[in-house]
């Protein structure tokens, strides 16, 4: 069964301190892993979509990259407006479910 | 202007009762979607419409119908509605073909009391 966890389920930055966020995926063929952004008492904002290892996407101050096994969000200098939480998701080659992880509540103080 | 969009925002009701939430997409989308967010924030995949076809039906009570009258609308009818019910829903679509990210509405709080 296709499966994401995602982790750390919430981390505390100052703004300037670059870190990581980490999605861990089991799909039986990838169709596509997409990262989302969402803030409180709003919908999930897509961000990115990466189809295959050794792909990666860049926006702003945020930059996925893509493994077999894992993905990475990778936040340079964060803003206290980078604060949200950050949901990654998988597509599997077997149908046309989404699967979604449980997020990273990101805080980023100034 | 709103590219996909929900109504209500908030909606309070008894427990029994019958209701609806509405959504509307505006991107010229062909696939639909309807989640449940519950209060430990886990979006969970209920239904997904392909230009008015279903083809997503998770184990969801048959409490639930979904009905897409058109590839732009997509309405979630809920029957006796349970306290266990109360969570916040989303609709989204998506383009459809090889393109698979969605678009979400700002979803609607469901409290059922």
């Known amino acids: 069964e296709d499966q994401v966890t995602q982790s750390p389920e919430a981390l505390r930055l100052q703004e300037g301190e670059s870190s990581s966020l980490n999605c861990s995926y089991t799909v039986s063929g990838l169709r596509g892993l997409f990262w989302y952004r969402q803030d409180p008492g709003k919908g999930p904002e897509f961000l990115f979509t990466?189809?295959?290892a050794g792909e990666e996407k860049e926006k702003e101050r945020l930059k996925a990259t893509l493994t077999k096994k894992e993905s990475f969000l990778h936040i340079t200098a964060p803003k206290p407006e980078d604060s949200a939480t950050y949901l990654c998701?998988?597509?599997?080659?077997?149908?046309?479910?989404?699967?979604f992880g449980a997020g990273t509540r990101l805080f980023v103080k100034a | 202007d709103t590219a996909v969009s929900q109504t209500p925002k908030y909606l309070v009701t008894q427990m029994g009762n019958d209701k609806s939430i509405k959504c509307e997409q505006n991107?010229?989308?062909?696939?639909m979607y309807w989640y449940k967010q519950d209060s430990k924030k886990f979006l969970k995949i209920m239904f997904s419409y392909n230009n008015k076809e279903l083809i997503i039906n998770e184990t969801v009570p048959n409490r639930f119908s979904p009905k897409s009258p058109d590839k732009a609308h997509l309405n979630l009818h809920i029957n006796s509605l349970e306290l266990g019910d109360s969570a916040v829903y989303f609709c989204?679509?998506?383009?459809?073909?090889?393109?698979?990210?969605?678009?979400f509405g700002p979803g609607t709080r469901l409290t059922v009391t």
């Open positions: 990466l189809y295959s």
């Open positions: 989204a679509s998506s383009l459809g073909g090889n393109s698979y990210e969605q678009y």
């Open positions: 991107l010229g989308h062909d696939t």
């Open positions: 998701a998988v597509q599997g080659t077997g149908g046309f479910k989404t699967i």
